[in-house]
């Protein structure tokens, strides 16, 4: 489509989900990316129900359907039919995909020739992929113009599995506004809590309906923490609707008196202020937002080595890195941290400074621009006043 030199560039992101890590950045990554020469609009398979952390500040288009509807494939036929609608009625330069089928559906769009540029997130290494869903996305690795990956482990992910050629990958890797740490709620909360001055608190923050956060092997690390550290109490923070097996585990493992979970909170900041130490127990990471906050708020982390968490975690320096499913080496290491409070602040300051040079969104949001701005001047039809546009914030 062309416009005169004022028109806004136009980019449409498709998602699946709002909520969890990737719909909260995603939705971060939009308010910076929205101005007056750009015109951002996300459409969602499922609205933000409950509330998320992030509130969007552009137009939200939720791709609705019949209850009956909901079977494999008329489901996702009647998707594709409103996207495309959507598609016709905004005419944007740029569409942006995230999670399975609203890739698949861009990659449909720009095949009939409906899309002037096609851009892709891979949020994690794909663990929740098939062999049906790889062999899709291999058969048509040609069409997207650039596949955006949040760390060199899913891009190394992404070759592999999807065998896309390395020159449409960029790597982008997430990042967090700047927090002023909420300090002044850290003895609020831990009085709310029914927590004494001299109990050290370690907590992990995670979206825990997926059992790739490894929420399990956090509480079974606990009783081997508290021998060794009897004054610890520990918090899970996060939806969770599987939270009554969990309970029942701390209750099998004899903690319950010492582990609190507090649910979903739309402002996270105070209960990260309420932490000594952060720890993230996962399977498997794209890159992760909780150590990306952790750090941020001034705390050490203990995280498993898998996915990007080496990229965000410098060993001995910011955090500790242990291998996955391992109990001992995690408490351990835990440990370590809740004896020395010098050496809890010293990786708490330099985690927050890695966070400040390298991961700050106003940063993560210009090379998305980058990746549109290439794109487009080299996209068929493409005008330099459509460039100059992407470029300008």
């Not at 040609?142 to 999807?162: F, M, N």
């Not at 320096?317 to 290491?333: I, K, M, Y």
Request: proline share 6%; glycine share 8%; hydrophobic share 40%.
């Amino acid at each position: 489509m062309v416009r005169d030199s004022s028109s806004a560039v136009r980019i449409l992101i498709v998602t699946d989900d709002l909520g969890g890590g990737t719909g909260n950045h995603l939705l971060s990554v939009a308010k910076h990316l929205a101005s007056p020469s750009r015109d951002v609009r996300i459409v969602s398979r499922v609205a933000q129900n409950p509330p998320e952390r992030v509130t969007p500040t552009g137009p939200v288009e939720v791709l609705s359907r019949p209850p009956w509807l909901d079977v494999y494939p008329f489901g996702q036929v009647w998707r594709f039919r409103q996207l495309s609608r959507c598609v016709a009625r905004v005419a944007p330069d740029i569409i942006h995909t995230y999670f399975f089928w609203p890739i698949v559906y861009g990659r449909i769009l720009k095949r009939l020739g409906r899309v002037r540029v096609l851009v892709e997130n891979r949020e994690d290494e794909g663990f929740n992929w098939g062999r049906n869903e790889y062999a899709l996305l291999r058969w048509t690795r040609s069409l997207p113009d650039r596949v955006i990956c949040v760390s060199d482990a899913v891009g190394r992910a992404v070759r592999e599995k999807e065998g896309l050629d390395p020159s449409r990958i960029a790597v982008i890797r997430n990042g967090v506004d700047a927090t002023n740490g909420a300090l002044s709620a850290r003895s609020t909360i831990r009085r709310q809590l029914g927590l004494t001055h001299d109990q050290l608190v370690v907590g992990m923050v995670a979206n825990l309906n997926r059992a790739v956060k490894g929420a399990s092997y956090f509480l079974e690390a606990i009783p081997v923490i508290l021998q060794r550290v009897p004054q610890a109490r520990f918090l899970v923070i996060g939806s969770n609707p599987h939270e009554s097996a969990l309970r029942q585990h701390t209750k099998a493992l004899g903690i319950d008196a010492y582990v609190m979970f507090v649910g979903f909170h739309k402002d996270i900041s105070p209960w990260y202020a309420a932490l000594d130490v952060s720890v993230l127990t996962s399977l498997s990471e794209g890159l992760s937002l909780t150590l990306l906050e952790s750090m941020d708020h001034g705390l050490p982390v203990v995280a498993t080595s898998v996915g990007g968490n080496p990229e965000v975690v410098v060993d001995g320096e910011t955090g500790f890195l242990v291998p996955p499913a391992q109990t001992e080496a995690f408490a351990n290491r835990v440990v370590q941290l809740l004896r020395d409070a010098d050496l809890r602040a010293r990786m708490g300051h330099a985690g927050r400074l890695r966070i400040e040079r390298q991961f700050r969104l106003p940063g993560v949001a210009s090379r998305y621009l980058d990746v549109y701005h290439d794109l487009l001047s080299c996209a068929p039809q493409a005008r330099r006043s459509d460039c100059a546009a992407a470029a300008r914030g």
